[in-house]
């Protein structure tokens, strides 16, 4: 069985930073891309950024370009998320997700569908 384990997040102040880190394990040999998705009270889980297995290929969605920045560390199966100038808009349970042995190893991913397996979510909360 594979889990996806998010840490991170917080409450911090409009302008400020926080970083979110996701591990996936339990069949360490697998190969997997990833994304952060987020969720906003009465609002549809949006993907926030995704990332390829090779590390070579990334995405952010529009609210997110030039202030978030998705990594892959040395373990293939971790993943990070570098937030800064946060807005209050950018207040969400934010969640990682793993899609196992993509197409290619250059492949992201940005439905919530194509996604194999779930962290529990992560709250941040930015104060205005």
């Known amino acids: 069985q594979v889990q996806v384990v998010e840490s991170g997040g917080g409450l911090v102040q409009a302008g400020g930073s926080l970083s979110l880190s996701c591990a996936a394990s339990g069949r360490t040999l697998s190969s997997y891309a990833m994304g952060w998705f987020r969720q906003a009270p009465g609002k549809e889980r949006e993907v926030v950024a995704a990332?390829?297995?090779?590390?070579?290929?990334?995405y952010y969605a529009d609210s997110v370009k030039g202030r978030f920045t998705i990594s892959r560390g040395t373990a293939k199966n971790t993943v990070y998320l570098q937030m800064n100038s946060l807005k209050p808009e950018d207040t969400a349970v934010y969640y990682c997700?793993?899609?196992?042995?993509?197409?290619?190893?250059?492949?992201?991913?940005?439905?919530?569908?194509?996604?194999?397996?779930w962290g529990q979510g992560t709250q941040v909360t930015v104060s205005s």
């Open positions: 997700a793993a899609k196992e042995k993509p197409g290619y190893s250059a492949a992201y991913y940005l439905q919530k569908t194509e996604y194999d397996y």
């Open positions: 990332i390829s297995w090779s590390g070579d290929s990334t």
